[in-house]
């Protein structure tokens, strides 16, 4: 009486219902809109890996999916799911990126911002002056604070009494992308193939940097306002060791005082 995870293919995993409750619950899903039902006889269905990764982390609360043992999903192996089918629906609807974040992402990663090559000083200050014009085109008071090495990117809203304090951390410097013969695509010219986003920098640590950027710009369109009071001190220098922050941080040590980082 559930439906089972079947075989993998490079864009789909197949599912198929033994004819019970399992195989209603699917088809409740096919007419939700989140699963697609490929061009095979009832009772199979098949739904795309990226909407299937949207909705791994839901968990049970009322009626649900199970998905059976690991199965292996375009050369990944996934643990066992549990889907509610209400927040498969709300993920669904919400885990399409807008058209601008994603060119956000791209130019963001298009800086070569390798803080261990002096070489490529410039590229991570103009890659600062990115994130200071970004963080002030969504609301926020934004600079760029000098170090002895590369600069530091401090942005923050405007602080209300009697409200939390979160300090958002985070880098714009990256490894070097050698040996480049290992590459199949530019690193800093990025390529986004079967879901993914190819590039120096796009988790460690731009595409996790941006996303908090890109939450908190999407959460002041819709209130007008964030309910705490919000630092992002993004730096250039981890990836050498952060030689610069401690100063920075002690310097600016009463400002920055906050609840939770």
């Not at 990944?76 to 601008?100: E, G, N």
């Not at 090559?117 to 103009?126: M, N, P, Q, R, V």
């Amino acid at each position: 009486n559930r439906v089972q995870s079947g075989r993998a293919s490079k864009n789909h995993i197949i599912l198929w219902g033994d004819g019970g409750p399992g195989q209603d619950k699917a088809q409740d899903l096919v007419e939700g809109g989140f699963w697609r039902r490929p061009s095979v006889p009832r009772p199979r269905y098949s739904f795309d890996v990226v909407e299937a990764l949207a909705a791994a982390s839901a968990y049970l609360e009322g009626q649900a999916l199970a998905a059976s043992a690991s199965t292996t999903l375009c050369g990944f192996v996934t643990l066992p799911l549990k889907f509610s089918l209400r927040h498969a629906r709300l993920r669904a609807r919400v885990q399409t990126m807008r058209a601008s974040h994603l060119e956000d992402f791209y130019s963001f990663l298009r800086f070569p911002s390798v803080s261990t090559d002096d070489d490529y000083s410039e590229k991570l200050t103009e890659c600062a002056h990115w994130l200071v014009e970004k963080l002030t085109n969504i609301g926020l008071t934004a600079e760029l604070v000098a170090t002895p090495g590369h600069p530091v990117v401090w942005a923050r809203n405007k602080h209300q009494p009697g409200r939390r304090t979160v300090l958002i951390y985070g880098h714009y410097d990256v490894q070097p992308a050698d040996p480049l013969e290992l590459w199949d695509s530019p690193p800093f010219d990025p390529v986004l193939k079967d879901g993914f986003v190819y590039a120096r920098g796009s988790t460690d640590n731009k595409g996790q940097i941006l996303a908090h950027i890109l939450g908190v710009q999407e959460a002041i369109e819709q209130h007008q306002d964030l309910p705490v009071n919000l630092h992002f001190v993004i730096e250039g220098e981890e990836e050498i060791g952060s030689g610069n922050l401690g100063n920075f941080l002690h310097q600016n040590q009463a400002a920055l005082k906050c609840d939770v980082v």
